[in-house]
C-alpha cells in the first residue's frame, strides 16, 4: 500500500513532479513502470526521468486500434530516449469472440459495448502489466475532466488492490505541460498539431479545436461523466463508467 511512500514523500502535493519522481524510483526501485500512450503528460514524466539520470520501465498499451501517428510517436521517443517499450497486446481469443458476436463497431452502439471493449483491450492487458509491478507513474492531471477533480499524487489504486498510483504532474496544468515541452524540445505526439487535445484510440478519439475540455475528442458520443476507460476507476464498483 501507499503508506510506506508516503512517510518517505512528505506533502506531495506541495513537491515538484522531478521530486516526486525520483523519491518513487528510489522506493520501489525496478518495481515500477511508467505507463506510456505517448499523450504529453507521460512523455514530460519520461523527460523528467531522464533529465534527473534516471530510468524507468516504460510500458504501453497496443489495443489494436491505435492511431499511425502514435506508432510513429512511440518510435521517435523509444530512440530519442533510448528505451525500451514494453508493448503489451489484448488477449486475441477475447478479440476474435467479441467482435465475431457483435461486429467491429460495437462500441459505438452501446456504453455496455463500449466497456466490454476497453475492458478486452485495455483493462485486462494493464492488469497484466501490472504484474511487474507495485507501482505505476502515469500523466493525469486533475484539470483534464470532471472524473479527475479528486486526484491525488499518490494513491492505492482502487482497480488493482495492492498496487500503488504516482501522479506528479496531478497538479499541472496544460499549459505549465506545453511550456516544458517547448522550452526542453520533448517530441510530441503529431495529431496535438491537428486540434487533438487527448490521444487513444483511432475509432474513439477525435480533433477537437476550441474544446476547453480535454477530453471531449475522446468518446464524443457520451456524456462526459462516463469518459474513463476502466483503466482508473473501476466498472465493478459504481464510482466509474
Ligand atoms: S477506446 Fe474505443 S476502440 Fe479503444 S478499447 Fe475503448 S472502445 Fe475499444
Known amino acids: 500500500m501507499s503508506d510506506a511512500i ?30 506510456m500512450s505517448f499523450q504529453i503528460g507521460g512523455v514530460v514524466l519520461l523527460d ?10 516504460v510500458f504501453s498499451l497496443d489495443t489494436g486500434r491505435l492511431p499511425e501517428e502514435t506508432y510513429a510517436c512511440a518510435d521517435r521517443i523509444r530512440q530519442a530516449y533510448d528505451i525500451e517499450i514494453q508493448w503489451v497486446f489484448p488477449r486475441h481469443q477475447s478479440v476474435e469472440d467479441m467482435i465475431r458476436a457483435k461486429g467491429l463497431y460495437s462500441f459505438k452502439d452501446t456504453i455496455e459495448n463500449r466497456k466490454q471493449c476497453c475492458s478486452i483491450r485495455k483493462v485486462e492487458p494493464l492488469t497484466r502489466a501490472l504484474g511487474m509491478f507495485d507501482a505505476w507513474i502515469t500523466g ?14 499518490i494513491e492505492d489504486d482502487p482497480v488493482h488492490p495492492g498496487k500503488v498510483k504516482i501522479n506528479p504532474l496531478v497538479h499541472w496544468s496544460s499549459d505549465q505541460l506545453w511550456e516544458y515541452t517547448h522550452e526542453h524540445n520533448v517530441p510530441y505526439h503529431q495529431l496535438y498539431d491537428e486540434g487533438y487535445l487527448s490521444i487513444g484510440c483511432e475509432c474513439c478519439t477525435r480533433s477537437c479545436k476550441g474544446e476547453t475540455d480535454e477530453r471531449a475528442g475522446r468518446w464524443w458520443w457520451e456524456s462526459p461523466e462516463h469518459k474513463e476507460c476502466g483503466l482508473h476507476i473501476s466498472y465493478r464498483d459504481g464510482s466509474g463508467i
Not at 508516503?6 to 502535493?13: E, G, I, Q
Open 6 to 35: 508516503y512517510t518517505k514523500l512528505a506533502h506531495p502535493d506541495q513537491q515538484r513532479p522531478e521530486d516526486v519522481l525520483a523519491t518513487a524510483l528510489d522506493h520501489y526501485g525496478d518495481r515500477i513502470g511508467l505507463a
Open 140 to 153: 493525469r492531471r486533475t484539470d483534464q475532466m470532471v472524473t479527475r477533480r479528486e486526484l491525488k499524487v
Open 48 to 57: 523528467m526521468i531522464h533529465r534527473i539520470g534516471r530510468k524507468v520501465s
